[in-house]
């Protein structure tokens, strides 16, 4: 197997996507066993894994439109659906909440991972393989995470145990993934 062919599916790069695929899927199992530790750990790992496999696809010019759409792909799982059940089932976890709340709450995280899959269609519809903008419109799904895990921190400290409010923060995060901000590209 040549790590190295671009036109090889198992090439380095996307081997390394597919590690954040890996990371995304066993934390959300994570999850479902309330090892909220564990799985953010995991989620963090497939945050370096992100950073990587981009990293090595344009030094060993390995960018290709498979390569872009497999790591929208593993954006969209460990950066958008992973972050938000986790979110909603440490909610369910550490905060008291009514059942309205949590469907609220619900529905809420159904938009979010919907803007989130809008954010990343939107993005692939724009880029080219391989290369690489100085600046993102509206926050990439992987900082929509952190600031998912920051809520989720604010939760786990009980800093925030009303769902309303919580359901307010989702929505804001989920808006800025699809608005007009600059984000610098790092």
Request: net charge negative; hydrophobic share 55%.
């Amino acid at each position: 197997m040549d790590l190295y062919n671009k036109y090889n599916h198992f090439n380095l790069a996307n081997l390394i996507t597919f590690a954040n695929i890996a990371c995304g899927v066993v934390a959300m199992y994570l999850i479902q066993q309330n090892n909220f530790f564990l799985a953010i750990v995991l989620a963090w790992i497939a945050g370096a894994f992100d950073i990587a496999d981009g990293k090595v696809a344009r030094k060993y010019n390995l960018s290709t439109e498979f390569g872009v759409q497999l790591d929208s792909f593993a954006d969209f799982l460990s950066f958008v659906v992973m972050p938000a059940f986790l979110l909603f089932y440490a909610t369910r976890y550490y905060a008291s909440i009514s059942v309205y709340a949590e469907l609220l709450l619900g529905v809420v995280f159904v938009w979010y991972i919907i803007s989130g899959l809008r954010r990343l269609v939107e993005f692939n519809t724009k880029a080219d393989a391989g290369e690489l903008e100085k600046f993102f419109e509206g926050i990439p799904t992987p900082l929509g995470a952190i600031l998912l895990w920051l809520v989720y921190l604010l939760v786990a400290y009980e800093v925030i145990t009303n769902g309303y409010l919580i359901s307010v923060m989702v929505l804001a995060i989920a808006w800025s993934l699809n608005s007009k901000l600059k984000i610098p590209h790092p």
